[in-house]
């Protein structure tokens, strides 16, 4: 398991992160999402070394991670870091004889990679012919090739088209089903819902929310879309704890406080006339992340 405990940043009078943790679990997709310049690059820098923290420590497996353990967590920064000029199939034997892979077995597994990935055909090439998302590609098969403990990538999604996704998402559930923890940012927040076991949502260098999207929709109140075939939503009025959200034709989507009573809103419903739609609304995590970025920072 990777645990990120109390970490603080500050680039002169500007915090970068401030008292941020979480944990990364084996076996589980984790999404790390927020606005630019929220902290997400910071805390990932930092936990491949690349920065220090002001306060606040990485663990891996309990203890504090050092070198040798991040020498085999697999890293895709947000900049490229491949040599643009050396040929993509030697590229990869090299990086994976780095990471301690005999010659036989280096060439093996950079093939593996290259062929999973669509790549195989462009391994003569140098990288900085590919195109931008066969980078991408490229990337993510430095970070693979080695067989990592762990794999951290900072926007592996980035101008990938859908096809390039899909198969980038395959590979990072087969990834997790092998037990691998697995952390990674995006802006695209439908492949994060779709993606991802559990989401940490980072504003202004706090965590701000971390759960599954059903719990972290649990934590804003219950929801209930019904539908009683009328435009008009006066019918939900004075039921006690319930206030309209918005009107969708003849669907009504409620918001229920915590001691409100669902079966006082089906009652109400059903005096209406015949109730078509009655169900508990679940947002979607773009809902989640607005609400969660729109609020002030708590000091």
Not at 268 to 276: E, H, L, M, N, W
Request: charged share 25%; net charge negative.
């Amino acid at each position: 398991m990777l645990e990120i405990l109390g970490l603080e940043k500050r680039f002169g009078d500007t915090w970068a992160l401030r008292d941020l943790s979480f944990e990364v679990r084996e076996g589980e997709v984790f999404g790390f999402v927020g606005s630019n310049g929220a902290g997400k690059t910071t805390t990932m820098r930092i936990a491949m070394g690349v920065l220090a923290p002001d306060r606040g420590e990485v663990r891996w497996a309990g203890a504090p991670l050092g070198f040798a353990a991040r020498q085999r967590f697999g890293y895709m920064p947000e900049e490229r870091g491949l040599y643009p000029t050396m040929r993509l199939g030697e590229q990869l034997q090299y990086l994976a004889r780095l990471h301690g892979l005999r010659q036989e077995d280096a060439r093996r597994s950079a093939e593996l990679w290259l062929e999973r990935l669509g790549l195989l055909e462009r391994a003569g090439d140098e990288v900085q012919v590919l195109s931008h998302g066969n980078q991408q590609r490229a990337q993510l098969a430095a970070a693979l090739v080695f067989s990592p403990a762990a794999l951290i990538l900072d926007e592996p999604f980035a101008g990938l088209d859908p096809v390039a996704v899909d198969v980038m998402s395959g590979v990072l559930r087969e990834q997790a089903q092998q037990g691998v923890p697995v952390l990674f940012s995006s802006h695209q927040l439908e492949l994060v819902e779709r993606l991802c076991d559990r989401v940490g949502i980072i504003r202004g260098g706090q965590m701000v929310a971390v759960g599954t999207v059903a719990e972290l929709a649990k934590d804003g109140g219950e929801r209930l879309w019904v539908d009683v075939g009328s435009d008009e939503s006066a019918w939900a009025f004075g039921i006690p704890g319930v206030s309209v959200l918005r009107q969708e034709g003849t669907r009504t989507l409620l918001a229920l406080d915590g001691g409100s009573d669902d079966q006082a809103v089906l009652r109400a419903a059903i005096r209406q006339g015949p109730v078509r739609e009655f169900r508990r609304d679940v947002p979607p995590l773009s809902e989640l992340f607005r609400n969660a970025v729109s609020e002030e920072v708590a000091r």
